[in-house]
């Protein structure tokens, strides 16, 4: 059964910078599109960005273009999100996600991100 695990989270000043990482186990991460999600109590969950098996289309949604970056490294089963410029509204748990196709098969538990003012 696939896993993911997220980890990178954390509290930081607007402006600044974090990465977030995230595991797959139980199958192999050249096999999967990845994705990040985020999700805020209230609000519906918001689609911050994805990438293709090969890494060949990178889609990011609207807040975060310019700011965000999504790689992976199929060697370390591992993608991550390099977040710069962060505003107190990128606060938020960070979802990561898998898909054969689509990245909405498999989900991780998430990992939080605090931007203060």
């Known amino acids: 059964q696939v896993q993911l695990v997220e980890s990178g989270g954390g509290l930081v000043q607007t402006g600044g910078s974090l990465r977030l990482s995230c595991i797959l186990s139980g199958g192999s991460l050249s096999n999967y599109a990845m994705g990040w999600f985020r999700q805020v109590p209230g609000k519906e969950r918001e689609f911050v960005a994805s990438i293709s098996r090969h890494g060949d289309r990178t889609p990011y949604g609207n807040s975060v273009k310019g700011r965000f970056t999504i790689s992976r490294d199929n060697a370390k089963n591992t993608v991550y999100l390099q977040m710069n410029s962060l505003e107190p509204e990128d606060t938020a748990v960070y979802l990561c996600?898998?898909?054969?196709?689509?990245?909405?098969?498999?989900w991780g538990q998430g990992t939080q991100v605090t931007v203060s003012s």
């Open positions: 996600s898998a898909g054969t196709t689509i990245p909405n098969d498999y």
